[in-house]
């Protein structure tokens, strides 16, 4: 399999990074730069509040709000109120629910993860060759000191005891700086943040498969192969800059993807679908034949679909970053040999998913069940929004969202058309969020003036650009829109 990065950081607000597997995508990562309390961040960190009621703390991170600390993950001292004490954050806060961090840090390198304080010493489960693990394993025994414990991660399959020592050393040495900046500096403070997306995917994503790296910003591209000459030396994958006019992800269709994995519905190659339902407790799937109507009998149509969709909802959950519980309905199979290849093949096409899943047998009511860990930000509750024009019955787009998509498309036309001013009709509600929350920083950046009409008639996520040429003209249709009743807002 040929797989490709593609990374999308010419815009100030936002980091996207693509992973595309035989042209096609299967993973998305998204950060927008002024989201606080990113997962793998250590801080200094001060107790707010003790709730053994719950068996939580709530502490404070310095920025934002507190963050969520299981009393479970405090291990060898009690903790009470305004104590300090060292957190990671183990999850960013997402909708109404805040960070969720623990005192058990660990510092991720190429090859080993380093766990200050712990007594470990593990081989990733995804290392299958038995041989292998135990060369792993007495290494990881080896370098496990007495203030620290080490995990071996998958990428060190095969890889030389000098390069596992090398990264266990550089780990160490972090640490060290991170303790000596935590007894200098008073809390609540941040002590340590991680490489940034792009980093953290290259790190953990970069396998000997992945043919090609490709950037939109030239200064990135002398990040990536710096950083790639540190980790790998020369073997290190292609590194290219992406110069089109055209966005470099609506280049190698991966807008059109991301667009597709926030709908409901997902279309199967047989013609076949999936329905994909998302909820705060759990996400349900259901599978439906559609338009397959198989070639044999009914009972290998059944199975074939089943098979088909099983694989495909391995995709989704990885490429939605979906965790948690999730149930499956599909399509009722009366034998039981049919129900136990069909969990096989669940069990199997999960087995390299980096976010463990865990697949359960077939319940009384003909659903399976299974659980993944959630790692991330799922995609929906990154892009998207409760609909506020529906009584947030529905999902849309949110309002960051579509501002970053007006912007790209704005650098788009810019790079056509040298016009110095530019007026932009869209939602009132987004023409306000806009206004308030980037327009200033547009008009520095793309060197343009910008106007933004707040246009009743549009809805949530429409907007059209107009480009006249000189601010003068842009000015005339700004006076016509301001006659109709149309207010337009302006960066001061």
């Known amino acids: 399999m040929d797989r490709k990065i593609i990374a999308n950081t010419i815009e ?11 042209d096609r995508l299967a993973e998305v990562f998204i950060e927008r730069l002024w989201e606080n309390q990113k997962a793998g961040e250590i801080y200094k960190a001060r107790v707010e509040s003790v709730l053994n009621g719950i068996g939580a703390a709530f502490v404070n991170l310095g920025d934002g709000r507190n963050a969520f600390l299981y009393l479970n993950d405090v291990k060898g001292f009690s903790i009470k109120q305004n104590q300090e004490i060292i957190v990671q954050v183990t999850k960013t806060a ?14 991720a390198g190429r090859y080993m993860v380093l766990i200050p304080g712990g007594k470990e010493s593990g081989v990733s489960r995804r290392i299958s060759s038995e041989e292998e693990r135990k060369r792993l394993k007495s290494m990881a025994k080896k370098l496990r000191g007495e203030n620290y414990g080490v995990i071996i991660r998958t990428a060190a399959e095969n890889i030389s005891e000098e390069a596992l020592i090398q990264d266990v050393e550089s780990l160490c040495s972090l640490w060290s700086e991170i303790e000596y900046n935590s007894k200098k500096q008073s809390s609540p403070c941040l002590l340590y943040r991680d490489p940034g997306l792009l980093g953290r995917v290259l790190r953990d994503e970069l396998t000997g498969n992945v043919s090609e790296i490709v950037v939109d910003n030239e200064e990135e591209e002398e990040n990536v192969k710096s950083y790639l000459s540190i980790l790998y030396g020369d073997n290190t994958p292609e590194v290219t800059l992406y110069g089109g006019i055209t966005p470099i992800f609506e280049f190698y269709n991966i807008e059109q993807d991301i667009e597709a994995a926030l709908s409901r519905k997902v279309w199967l190659k047989s013609g076949a679908w999936l329905m994909i339902e ?5 996400t349900v799937i259901d599978v439906n034949t559609g338009k397959y109507v198989g070639k044999t009998d009914l009972r290998h149509t059944i199975m074939d679909t089943n098979i088909e969709a099983a694989s495909e909802i391995a995709r989704q959950l990885k490429l939605r970053a979906i965790g948690g519980i999730v149930v499956i309905d599909f399509i009722d199979m009366e034998l039981e040999e049919d129900r136990k290849l069909l969990i096989e093949k669940l069990e199997s096409v999960f087995q390299m998913d980096k976010c463990r899943a865990r697949v359960f047998s077939v319940t009384q009511l003909g659903l399976v069940e299974l659980t993944r860990k959630r790692s991330r930000a799922d995609l929906r509750s990154l892009l998207m929004r409760s609909c506020p024009c529906c009584g947030e019955t529905g ?4 309002e960051d969202t579509i501002a970053l998509s007006l912007k790209r498309f704005l650098r788009k036309i810019g790079h056509a058309n040298h016009t110095k001013a530019a007026l932009i009709e869209t939602n009132p509600y987004v023409a306000e969020y806009i206004a308030e929350t980037y327009l200033t920083h547009w008009e520095e950046e793309l060197d343009r003036k910008i106007y933004i009409a707040s246009a009743p008639s549009f809805p949530w996520n429409k907007y ?17 829109l301001e006659k109709k009743g149309i207010e337009i807002k302006k960066a001061p």
């Open 12 to 22: 100030n607000e936002e980091v996207r990074v693509a992973i595309l597997e035989d």
């Open 94 to 107: 997402r909708k109404n629910k805040g960070a969720r961090v623990t005192t058990r840090v660990s510092l």
């Open 464 to 480: 059209r650009l107009d480009i006249q040429g000189t601010i003068e003209r842009v000015l005339q249709k700004v006076t016509q």
């Open 395 to 398: 999902y849309v787009l949110n």
């Open 278 to 282: 998302q909820s705060e407790a759990l």
